[in-house]
């Protein structure tokens, strides 16, 4: 049975704007496989749906010109669906009036795609040259993006009772996380903005996180993907938000 966004892991970071062509969007393709075992991203879809493989993945990729974007590249495989994708965001609907770069990536809600996740947002994180990224589980970020209130009329209360988070224009700086998820990926810089680590507060959370290459971390909530219909889970999402206030604008750091 084709996959459904109910068996995917969304993933997504995000980066500074690009300059000119920058490689990164090679990088994080090489960065996906190189993680993921038996990771192949060679085909492509277009906008009508025409699917391609493309034989020749990386002189393709090296010959267009993205300036910093690139298109759907995938694996091909409906039943253990792998993608990514990247776009840029304009200054005024970024954070801090910078444009800046995401990048989206879905995989698998099952053991591989599970068992990868951890590896493969750091690699994608830090190929892109991230602020900070997440990945959660399908399900979870649907309740997790009804946080955000992008209109002064939309007065209804975020679901679970999780706090209103601002919109991403109106955060104050691209380095402080927009919001939470399963696993977080935060820059040494957005860490250091979070004040995380603090050893005599981060006891719970540093049992789950480690450094990456690059000094940022990757920090999960729960052993198990977040899954908010559980009691305990929602728990860690919410005292979470309460250690970082910072985290969707809701104070400054």
């Known amino acids: 049975m084709p996959a459904t966004q109910h068996d995917e892991l969304a993933?997504?970071?995000y980066a500074p704007g690009s300059?000119?062509?920058d490689g990164r969007p090679m990088a994080v393709v090489h960065g996906m496989e190189r993680t993921f075992p038996g990771l192949r991203l060679e085909w492509t879809t277009s906008k009508e749906g025409q699917r391609t493989l493309l034989t020749e993945r990386d002189a393709w990729l090296a010959q267009k010109k993205w300036v910093g974007e690139f298109p759907l590249l995938h694996n091909g495989d409906l039943n253990a669906y792998v993608s990514v994708a990247g776009w840029q965001k304009?200054?005024?609907s970024a954070p801090g009036g910078q444009a800046w770069f995401e990048?989206?990536?879905?995989?698998?809600f099952a053991a591989e795609g599970i068992a990868a996740a951890p590896e493969v947002l750091e690699a994608v994180a830090e190929s892109a040259r991230a602020f900070w990224g997440l990945t959660t589980p399908f399900k979870a970020s649907v309740d997790i993006a009804r946080q955000t209130k992008?209109?002064?009329d939309d007065l209804r209360?975020?679901?679970?009772?999780?706090?209103?988070?601002?919109?991403?224009?109106?955060?104050?700086s691209p380095e402080i996380p927009h919001r939470l998820g399963w696993l977080n990926y935060w820059s040494a810089a957005a860490a250091r903005a979070l004040g995380f680590p603090d050893p005599t507060r981060d006891e719970d959370l540093l049992a789950r996180s480690r450094r990456t290459v690059s000094g940022g971390w990757i920090v999960r909530l729960t052993e198990a993907p977040l899954d908010l219909d559980n009691p305990a889970h929602l728990d860690a999402l919410k005292r979470a938000y309460e250690r970082f206030p910072e985290i969707g604008g809701r104070t400054t750091a």
């Open 157 to 172: 209360p975020p679901p679970r009772g999780l706090p209103v988070l601002k919109s991403p224009s109106a955060m104050p």
């Open 90 to 92: 304009p200054a005024h």
């Open 150 to 152: 992008n209109r002064p």
């Open 103 to 108: 990048v989206h990536a879905v995989l698998p």
């Open 11 to 13: 993933m997504i970071v």
């Open 19 to 21: 300059v000119g062509t």
